[in-house]
């Protein structure tokens, strides 16, 4: 799109990281505007949803399936093992229950749907985050429910079969709408959308940001020392997620490893706060809202520790 809508929707995605921090001082600092924008969290993470699905390219995901190996390995360590060891960990610390399951929760997350967008951002390879997060978002609700029968107490205060209905639901819909569509426009007419469509999935993540604000909010004005905790612990989370992601597939080439580590840390908060509201207790629902909060900071620590590691190269 040429003109001046042209260049908006090139700024706002181009400021991506920008605008969502945005989303969040709006949200904190105008909580009546959080609390109007909370109702929409839900139905806007569903359309996002729809909306990154829409802009995956069938032939360069298929290119990227070339490593079944290392995607098996990858969604794996992404969806079961990050999940159960963050349980294991809460266990030995004697984290309580309700702790233990948002963390566990949050980690088991399906990566973000945008993720090919966000690996652009990053400047890292788009094909092979594609080719982890797609299979890996699809594989989430099974995993979800696989991951709560077997960890340590992680079911208590989670309603899992509500949940894991609602991953599905969510999930496969989202895809179901986003084929049809593509089949529906064609191809060539869906890429012709990149740019609004990039710009939209931006101005959706504002509307979350400020939605869950709220929640974040009401807990930081009761307990505000309680609350920096569990921010610290999401933090802890994701970094050690991106850590334990580039150690553990280092073997396997610099590109995967920036890839796997990209789809272990930068989780679909979104979607996954939408499948636990009403499905789980407040205190597990506020983990789980808290955990979005270092993906609106991720491209600002990413984009220089690929750029230092040796990233692949790729043009913002």
């Known amino acids: 799109m040429r003109g001046a809508p042209g260049r908006a929707m090139a700024g706002i995605t181009a400021h991506a990281p920008l605008v969502m921090l945005a989303g969040v001082a709006l949200g904190l600092g105008l909580p009546s505007l959080a609390e109007a924008m909370r109702p929409l969290v839900v139905p806007v993470s569903v359309l996002m949803a729809m909306i990154s699905m829409l802009r995956v390219e069938p032939a360069r995901l298929r290119a990227s399936l070339a490593r079944p190996v290392f995607l098996g390995a990858s969604v794996l360590f992404v969806l079961v093992a990050l999940p159960l060891a963050v349980a294991l960990a809460a266990w030995a610390a004697g984290a309580p229950p309700w702790l233990a399951a948002g963390l566990t929760l949050a980690a088991a997350a399906p990566p973000l749907s945008s993720a090919a967008a966000f690996a652009i ?139 796997a580590g990209l789809c272990a840390s930068v989780k679909n908060m979104a979607v996954m706060v939408a499948a636990v509201m009403g499905a789980v207790e407040p205190a597990i629902a506020l983990v789980v809202i808290t955990a979005q909060l270092p993906i609106y900071f991720a491209p600002l620590v990413m984009r220089p520790l690929f750029a230092r590691l040796g990233g692949a190269g790729v043009a913002p």
């Open 121 to 259: 951002l990053v400047r890292i390879d788009p094909a092979l985050v594609t080719a982890i997060s797609l299979p890996a978002t699809v594989a989430a609700p099974a995993t979800v429910w696989l991951v709560t029968a077997l960890a340590p107490g992680i079911g208590q205060g989670v309603d899992v079969l509500a949940l894991v209905l609602r991953l599905v639901a969510i999930i496969l819909g989202a895809l179901g709408v986003a084929l049809a569509l593509r089949r529906l426009l064609g191809a060539g007419r869906v890429r012709s959308w990149a740019q609004p469509l990039d710009a939209a999935l931006v101005g959706l993540v504002l509307v979350i940001a400020l939605g869950v604000m709220h929640d974040i909010g009401l807990a930081l004005r009761a307990d505000p020392a309680a609350w920096l905790g569990i921010l610290a612990l999401t933090w802890t989370l994701s970094l050690g997620a991106l850590a334990a992601a580039l150690a553990l597939f280092r073997t396997a080439g610099r590109d995967a490893a920036f890839a």
